[in-house]
Structure formats: C-alpha cells, structure tokens
C-alpha cells in the first residue's frame, strides 16, 4: 500500500487559498468613528480609534509585540448584534491577529498568531488574550467542548468543501471534500471558545505546517468567517486569506458525560 501524502507537502498555500472565499461576508462599517479602550489581563490599557471603515489607530501604556502605537488596514464583520469580528494582517511582519469584540458585555477575546524561525525553518506560534472593554473584564470567554461530536460540512466556494469532525475539545479531523486539498485527512490541535448560544471561536494548528486557522461557527446562522494565516516555504513569506463558509451541521453525537 501507498503512503498518504498530505497535501500541505506539496501543495503551495497560495494554491490552497485561492477561491476559499466565495462565501466570506461583506465586511461592515458599523465600528467607523468608535473608540475603545481595551484593558488586558496585565493591566496595560491599549487605545483603539476606528478612523474608518478600513483604517484604526491604537497605542498603548506598556510595550506591546507590535510596539508603542501604530496604524492598520482591517476589516470587521458583524457576527451578531454588538458582536464584531476585527482581522488585522501584518504579513511583512509575520503577524496576524483576529478578535472578537463583544460590546453588549464589555469584552473581547484576541487570537495573535506570530511565524517565528525555529532552526532552519518557520513555526507557528499563537497566544490568546482576552480584554474588558472600557474597564477591566467582567465574564470572561471559556474554553467549550459544546463542538464535541459534530460534524459539519464548510462549503467555502464552489470549488472547495471540507468536513469537519470535532472529536474533543482539543483536536478536530478534517477531510477535503473538493478543491486542491480533496482526498486529504488528518487530525490537528485545536483550541475553541464559546462567544454566544451556538456561535464559537475555533482555531486549529496545522501538524505539517506553520499555519493557523481562526474562525467564528455559527452553528445558529450556518456560517462560518474569519482568517487562514500560514508560511509558504516555496516562496519564503507569509500568506493571509480571510474567508468564510456556508456551514452545515450534518449530525451530532452525544458522549455520556459532556
């Protein structure tokens, strides 16, 4: 018998993400003119002003990884009312950061992914954090098992599908249903957060590669967005796509005790 090749061996991610995007929502401009102060767990405050629909500033009172203040491109996607999903890319920098503002209850949950070298190649590093908004936090976001034993297809254009299969709260199967990665399977590491009734934070690290996957499921809505982010060793730089799928729970399985 043939062993299987991954396809994250081969296949370039600029292949991979092309067309992963067809069902990503338009992004909105319901956070252009606000400010926020954001209070991390460390006590340091940062400063965020939403200039426009695409551009905010921030700066801070403690040394941040991306320093003292600075300007940005981003996007926000409303996920539900007073619920926004921000994505900002510095690639040149090999960072990527994607988080969940939660206004309605004073919070925000912040993946930061970083490509670091490790000996003669790249790994990825991602970290989470998690802020009050406008004060320090109250009820913070907890990590969920809730996915355990779904199973849901992510239709993300019409040339790429993939099922998910959440086996437990720290790892997921998936297989490539269409597209460049169609055949493939493999199970990755994980970490989930529960953002409102049926809506999670999902983020998985890919085994074969530097890379990380950052998305909200709505398992309500049947949707999913947000940031695939990794390092494409052909070309020696990374590479940030944001997309979104149509998500369809296809079954559930209940364990005894979860």
């Not at 767990?41 to 965020?48: A, L, P, R």
């Not at 993300?156 to 709260?169: G, P, R, V, W």
């Not at 994980?190 to 934070?201: N, P, V």
């Amino acid at each position: 018998m043939t062993e299987p090749t991954l396809a994250t061996d081969v296949i370039p991610l600029s292949e991979q993400f092309d067309n992963h995007d067809a069902y990503r929502p338009e992004p909105t401009d319901a956070l252009a003119g606000r400010r926020l102060a954001l209070h991390m767990k460390d006590g340091s405050v940062i400063d965020v002003r939403f200039d426009s629909e695409a551009q905010l500033t921030w700066s801070s009172d403690v040394e941040q990884l991306w320093g003292l203040s600075g300007t940005d491109d981003y996007e926000a996607i409303e996920l539900r009312p007073d619920l926004y999903l921000v994505v900002i890319g510095r690639l040149e920098e090999r960072t990527s950061l994607l988080a969940v503002l939660d206004l309605a209850h004073a919070r925000a949950i912040l993946n930061l992914t970083r490509l670091v070298d490790d000996g003669d190649g790249v790994r990825e590093v991602t970290t989470f954090g998690q802020a009050g908004v406008g004060g320090p936090i109250g009820e913070r976001f907890e990590r969920t098992h809730e996915l355990v034993g779904r199973r849901v297809h992510h239709r993300y254009s019409d040339t790429h599908a993939f099922e998910h299969i959440y086996l437990s709260h720290r790892t997921y199967a998936y297989q490539g249903l269409e597209g460049p990665e169609a055949g493939i399977a493999d199970v990755d590491y994980t970490d989930a957060y529960k953002l409102a009734d049926r809506l999670y934070l999902f983020s998985w690290h890919e085994r074969a590669q530097p890379f990380n996957g950052a998305i909200t499921l709505d398992l309500e809505a049947g949707r999913a967005t947000g940031r695939l982010f990794g390092w494409e060793k052909e070309t020696g730089r990374a590479l940030q796509i944001r997309t979104g799928s149509i998500a369809t729970l296809l079954n559930e399985t209940t364990y005894e005790g979860l």
